[in-house]
């Protein structure tokens, strides 16, 4: 099994440790990143989404202008545009880039921010959206001709998109969200399921649920994991800056009063709670820090060590059936230079050297 590594892109300079640095979005900062990204061989590179941020297909379109290879990974939320504008949207982009582009999936789940845009329905109907929008966005990518569609949600009439992706049979699908309700949509649309940073047993047990979902519907699906690497040149080393990080993280959310004030309404981040409760250090080097104190906002958990110990890692998890590390620093430029340099090329030639073996 190959590996991919997915970066990240945000629209300016911030993280948990980080104060925001100039104007919401920084183009100066999207082409930093990038660039950083592609040089440093990143297979593709996360832009985010949320619903007060730049519109995430136009950063993506900007960061692909300013590279040559790099793929973009764009997270989308269904529904929000019309499944064959979306569409589109999405081909037209992939035909400019030469077949750079894939999809990520946030259905979302936080209420409060859905309402920010304007969705004011529960989870188990915003999941069910976005099978019925999945399904069209998929119709309109491979149709070769009109199609009507008479759904819950949706109503078309002789849909229809003229540009089509160069990638086959479309564009990459990968889909966050781990209730019950994103696992049944996920085992129908995704070929690549996304979870954020857990333990191994959560990671195994998660798999094997979504593995058993994709097989109702005939499907094989790839698996995605996300994490937060704090890499030095000793173990020591790589512990204090975990733990000087923790410092600066409580300092800049207690500036901001940015602690998490109730529980967590999605799945995933009840799952890196769960984890944290366990203790700050798991398994051989997961670390639970920010998570635990920021209430799991997002990917927080990190894995702490030398390049070779974090290395070894993965390989673990590479051995549960991840294919995928979507991995982002707390100084997100920096540390993407040094993953870069130091894990990427160490990993990628471990698990090389398993495949001749597992021949």
């Given at each position: 099994m190959s590996v991919e590594f997915i970066g990240y892109i945000g629209t300016r300079l911030q993280s948990e440790i980080i104060a925001p640095q100039g104007p919401a979005l920084d183009p100066a900062h999207v082409e930093k990143a990038a660039r950083i990204h592609e040089e440093g061989g990143f297979d593709r590179a996360l832009v985010a989404f949320h619903s007060t941020s730049p519109e995430s297909i136009l950063v993506a379109g900007h960061a692909a202008s300013v590279t040559r290879h790099l793929g973009l990974l764009i997270a989308h939320r269904p529904s929000f545009t019309a499944p064959t504008l979306a569409a589109r949207q999405l081909a037209t982009l992939d035909v400019f880039t030469g077949g750079r582009v894939a999809l990520h999936v946030i259905t979302g789940g936080s209420d409060q921010e859905l309402r920010q845009d304007g969705s004011f329905i529960g989870k188990d109907e915003r999941y069910a959206r976005t099978d019925e929008y999945l399904d069209i966005v998929r119709r309109e990518w491979t149709s070769t001709a009109p199609f009507d569609h008479h759904g819950t949600f949706y109503h078309f009439e002789q849909a229809f998109s003229a540009v089509k992706s160069p990638q086959h049979p479309h564009i990459p699908v990968y889909f966050g969200g781990a209730s019950d309700a994103a696992i049944r949509v996920a085992g129908k649309h995704a070929d690549v399921y996304a979870l954020w940073g857990e333990t191994y047993a959560q990671v195994a047990e998660l798999v094997g649920r979504v593995r058993a979902e994709a097989v109702r519907h005939g499907r094989t699906i790839k698996f995605s994991l996300s994490l937060r690497p704090i890499l030095a040149d000793t173990e020591a080393k790589a512990w204090s800056r975990a733990e000087d990080i923790l410092q600066r993280a409580t300092e800049q959310a207690e500036r901001n009063n940015t602690f998490r004030k109730a529980?967590?309404?999605?799945?995933?981040?009840?799952?890196?709670?769960?984890?944290?409760?366990?203790?700050?250090?798991?398994?051989?080097?997961?670390?639970?820090?920010?998570?635990?104190?920021?209430?799991?906002?997002?990917?927080?958990?990190?894995?702490?060590?030398?390049?070779?110990?974090?290395?070894?890692?993965?390989?673990?998890?590479?051995?549960?059936?991840?294919?995928?590390?979507?991995?982002?620093?707390?100084?997100?430029?920096?540390?993407?230079?040094?993953?870069?340099?130091?894990?990427?090329?160490?990993?990628?030639?471990?698990?090389?050297?398993?495949?001749?073996?597992a021949a």
């Open positions: 529980p967590p309404q999605n799945a995933g981040s009840q799952r890196l709670i769960a984890a944290a409760a366990q203790g700050a250090r798991l398994d051989k080097r997961l670390w639970t820090g920010v998570a635990g104190l920021l209430g799991a906002q997002g990917n927080s958990t990190a894995l702490v060590g030398t390049p070779e110990q974090v290395a070894d890692a993965l390989l673990d998890y590479h051995d549960l059936g991840i294919s995928t590390f979507l991995i982002r620093g707390f100084d997100p430029l920096e540390d993407a230079v040094g993953y870069g340099r130091d894990l990427l090329p160490l990993t990628r030639e471990l698990i090389a050297r398993r495949r001749p073996q």
